[in-house]
T-cell receptor, first 113, second 110 residues
Framework: DARVTQTPRHKVTEMGQEVTMRCQPI?????VFWYRQTMMQGLELLAY????????DSGMPKDRFSAEMPDATLATLKIQPSEPRDSAVYFC???????????FGPGTRLTVL | SQQGEEDPQALSIQEGENATMNCSYK?????LQWYRQNSGRGLVHLIL?????REKHSGRLRVTLDTSKKSSSLLITASRAADTASYFC??????????FGKGITLSVRP
């Protein structure tokens, strides 16, 4: 049963620290999305990649967030420095080229104190 | 910014009853999708309806789309306690991006 995996599942850190979240998309999927979910804003698209190339990161605060795909099996989302307002659940999702359905990972719950 | 807006925000029904959830959106779409999220989990795709379709069924799910009113509804028939979750509509434009609503919390009482 192919699934998107995310690590860590939970992260508690202090303001100013660097946070790195990792995602392994489903094998064969070439589109990867990063979302942030909060009670106030709901689910927001931060960035997405196709064939490892960033297509859109307009939803991401550029000064502190960065997203990369070092290879086809790994996507990373980094926050440096982290702030309390970054506390949220971060989801990664993947999909096939030309496909419309997205497959979500279990999320990383981030708490910045 | 949110494209889809679900209605109601919360719904509580008895097991066996039908649940109807609505979604409205603002701009033209290629397709509209519904996802379910159980507490503490990721979203799971339920059903997709394309802009040239009016109705689609999948098991106990029925989705309708009215592009003239820019609205969709999701009907879950014969609800079960296991259907308790948050439900999101998501609209897709010309690219692969989805824009999600804020979700509807469905509680099905045993």
């Amino acid at each position: 049963d192919a699934r998107v995996t995310q690590t860590p599942r939970h992260k508690v850190t202090e303001m100013g620290q660097e946070v790195t979240m990792r995602c392994q998309p489903i094998l064969g999927h070439n589109t990867v999305f990063w979302y942030r979910q909060t009670m106030m804003q709901g689910l927001e698209l931060l960035a997405y990649f196709r064939n490892r190339a960033p297509l859109d990161d307009s939803g991401m605060p550029k000064d502190r967030f960065s997203a990369e795909m070092p290879d086809a099996t790994l996507a990373t989302l980094k926050i440096q420095p982290s702030e309390p307002r970054d506390s949220a659940v971060y989801f990664c999702a993947s999909g096939r080229s030309g496909g419309v359905t997205q497959y979500f990972g279990p999320g990383t719950r981030l708490t910045v104190l | 910014s949110q494209q889809g807006e679900e209605d109601p925000q919360a719904l509580s029904i008895q097991e066996g009853e039908n649940a109807t959830m609505n979604c409205s959106y603002k701009t033209s779409i290629n397709n509209l999708q519904w996802y379910r999220q159980n507490s503490g989990r990721g979203l799971v795709h339920l059903i997709l309806i394309r802009s040239n379709e009016r109705e689609k069924h999948s098991g106990r799910l029925r989705v309708t789309l009215d592009t003239s009113k820019k609205s969709s509804s999701l009907l879950i028939t014969a609800s079960r306690a296991a259907d308790t979750a948050s439900y999101f509509c998501a609209t897709a434009g010309a690219n692969s991006k989805l824009t999600f609503g804020k979700g509807i919390t469905l509680s099905v009482r045993p």
